[in-house]
């Protein structure tokens, strides 16, 4: 399968042994269309490191690139650099480096404010020997009221050393766009890959939305919603209102996708398909 774009997909930690063997299952299905690395998300205030790298370890042992999430709030330096030591010793080379939240009832947030300090800590320690990947935010960061601002912390992190971004999942094109323009203005070069949340349900989705500040086309919510509980028609809908996305960013000079499966394989690989068609 030749897809037009680089992807890559990210997971998030399975709680029970069943899911973990599930998931390398999905990891073996996903690994079909060649992508170029798979992500595992970090609980808040690292509440899932042990998971975390159990996760990335397996992905690692099927032959495939893994780039486990670091969040950095609630953190010190000692604690970042013995787990950049245990992913160094498994070979790991490839991070998302996030700010990350603190988990419920903590209030400390330990020595690092932003995502800019954690990979400024990483560069100035480490060097480059790890591929940094940071958060980009189309329709800003749900918790920043000024988009300016916002647009400087995404210029912050790239400056303090960041390789690559991967954006929050959107489904209007425009806001991509825009701003990559605005970015690029500020003298940012990196690539910025779009996330892509395919549909698996429709509540799931517009609680995701709510939470994070997304917008959902209304013509599209409406749609949605009149679906009621008929999951087929959700999956077909969604899948071509992604289609269409995907289509767009890429003829637009989009530099690849990174999917939110949502540990689901059957969604991003009828979307690969397409694309490859």
Not at 102 to 129: C, K, N, V
């Amino acid at each position: 399968m030749k897809l037009p774009v680089p992807v890559s997909f990210e997971f998030f930690p399975p709680n029970t042994p069943v899911g973990a063997e599930k998931l390398s299952g999905v990891v073996a299905e996903l690994a079909t269309v060649d992508p170029e690395f798979f992500s595992v998300t970090y609980g808040a205030g690292g509440s899932t490191r042990d998971k975390t790298l159990a996760t990335v370890a397996a992905i690692a042992a099927m032959g495939q690139e893994a780039a486990p999430h670091l969040s950095c709030i609630g953190s010190t330096r000692e604690s970042i650099s013995e787990i950049l030591g245990t992913y160094r010793a498994q070979d790991i080379h490839r991070l998302v480096a996030l700010r990350g939240d603190l988990p419920s009832g903590t209030a400390t947030a330990g020595e690092f404010r932003y995502a800019s300090e954690l990979i400024r800590f990483i560069r100035e320690t480490q060097g480059s020997d790890w591929f940094i990947e940071v958060a980009a935010y189309p329709e800003y960061h749900p918790q920043e009221r000024y988009a300016r601002r916002d647009l400087q912390h995404f210029a912050d992190k790239v400056k303090a050393g960041a390789d690559s971004a991967i954006t929050q999942f959107f489904f209007n094109a425009d806001a991509y766009f825009h701003f990559v323009d605005e970015v690029r203005a500020l003298g940012v070069t990196i690539p910025i890959v779009p996330g892509i949340m395919p549909i698996h349900s429709y509540a799931k989705i517009a609680q995701f939305a709510q939470r994070d500040g997304i917008e959902i086309p209304r013509w599209v919510a409406l749609k949605m919603e009149g679906f009621l509980d008929d999951a087929a028609a959700v999956r077909a809908f969604g899948l071509d209102v992604v289609e269409k996305l995907c289509r767009r960013l890429i003829d637009g000079g989009a530099p690849g996708l990174h999917f939110y499966t949502l540990n689901q394989s059957a969604l991003s690989l009828e979307l690969c398909r397409r694309l490859a068609g």
